[in-house]
Each structure stands twice: as C-alpha cells, then as structure tokens.
T-cell receptor
C-alpha cells in the first residue's frame, strides 16, 4: 500500500508568481484535503475534493484553487503569490466513510520571496 | 466559533517521566477528536481518535487519551516518555455529521531530556 506523496518537497517562488503543488492519494482513498501550516501554527483547512468536485472550503481567497483527477490525485494552485503564502502545504487523503481519519503526506515547503 | 485550544506551547520532560498534553475544544455538540504527531520535516501521523463510547482511548506508540465531556477536554497521556517521542503534537476536531474539515490546535512542542 502506497502512502500519500507530495511534490515538490521544497519550492521557492517570487511574489506575484503562480505555483502548482501535487499530491498522490493513498491507494483506495477517494477524498483529498489540503491544509496550510504556517510556521509555529497548526494546519489550516484550505479545501477538500471528493470525486473531482470541491466539497468544502476554508477561509482562503479564490486565488487558492484545486483540482482532483479521476485517479484521485490532486493539485493545489496558488495565483498571485504573497509573502504570507510561505508555509508548509499538507495534503491528506481519506475514504469518505472514514469519519475524518485522514492520512497526511510529508508536505511541500513553499517560500515566497 | 468552533475551536481547539492547546494551552501549552512547549513542554519539556525527562526520558522515562510521564506526560500529559492538554487539549480543549469549543463546539456546540461533541465533535470527533484526534491527536496527531509531527516530527521535524514530516507530515502528520494519527496517534488516536475518539468517536464515541469508552472515554479512554488507546493509540499507537503507547499513547492514550481521555475524553471528558464536562471539561470539554481530550488530554493525551503517556506513562513513560522515550527520547523518540520528541516532536510536535496536534489536537484536532471534526464536527459530527459535517464535512471532513479538521480544525487543529496550534500544537505543543515536546522536548525530551536524557
């Protein structure tokens, strides 16, 4: 059984640029959630995808968008990067009936300069 | 507003000592409750979860947690800490019957002295 993987591991971007982060779900999972973890903080929910549709969104602006593909992998896109977007971005996969038991990937560390 | 509070930002214990990490939640109805651990540079690993029933929950790595409805708490405990337990610990909550939006506390960093 393959766990949740994320790419890239680290990324440095300039303010105003766009970035795409990728996530491969654990085998058999059909739901993907994305979280932003700023330094010294707990993860904050960005959004969730279930069967390729957005299924809930946290308090993040529209320049944060996502996709889920038929194989349940997912992308997080952030446009017009701001310095405050610097954070660890975590992807978590789950099965819809798992009652919140989510399996996390190692994260992508994004630095915006 | 729904929230999870971890009052202790940083705790230091000696190896072999007991450990208790505090977690309080503020929800209209009792949520599902979770404890996760994050080692440096790693993602989050689920230690244990509480949905209903027995208020003392056993998890992996020798951890347990006790749910106390009267105190809106879900504290994590371990009888004897090992140096490898040094990490950051996050309490999280999920509303019952709602979306799978986990709400996390800010975390407690655990340092273990030899």
């Amino acid at each position: 059984e393959t766990g949740v993987t994320q790419s890239p591991t680290h990324l440095i971007k300039t303010r105003g640029q766009q970035v795409t982060l990728r996530c491969s779900s654990q085998s058999g999972h059909n739901t993907v959630s994305w979280y932003q973890q700023a330094l010294g903080q707990g993860p904050q929910f960005i959004f969730q995808y279930y069967r390729e549709e957005e299924n809930g969104r946290g308090n993040f602006p529209p320049r944060f968008s996502g996709l889920q593909f038929p194989n349940y992998s997912s992308e997080l896109n952030v446009n017009a990067l701001e310095l405050d977007d610097s954070a660890l971005y975590l992807c978590a996969s789950s099965w819809t009936s798992s009652l919140g038991e989510q399996y996390f990937g190692p994260g992508t560390r994004l630095t915006v300069t | 507003a729904q929230s999870v509070t971890q009052p202790d930002i940083h705790i230091t214990v000696s190896e072999g000592a007991s450990l208790e990490l505090r977690c309080n939640y503020s929800y209209g109805a009792t949520p599902y409750l979770f404890w996760y651990v994050q080692s440096p540079g790693q993602g989050l690993q689920l230690l244990l979860k509480y949905f209903s029933g027995d208020t003392l929950v056993q998890g992996i790595k020798g951890f347990e947690a006790e749910f106390k409805r009267s105190q809106s708490s879900f504290n994590l405990r371990k009888p004897s800490v090992h140096w490898s337990d040094a990490a950051e610990y996050f309490c999280a909550a999920l509303p019952q019957g709602g979306s799978e939006k986990l709400v996390f506390g800010k975390g407690t960093k655990l340092t273990v002295n030899p």
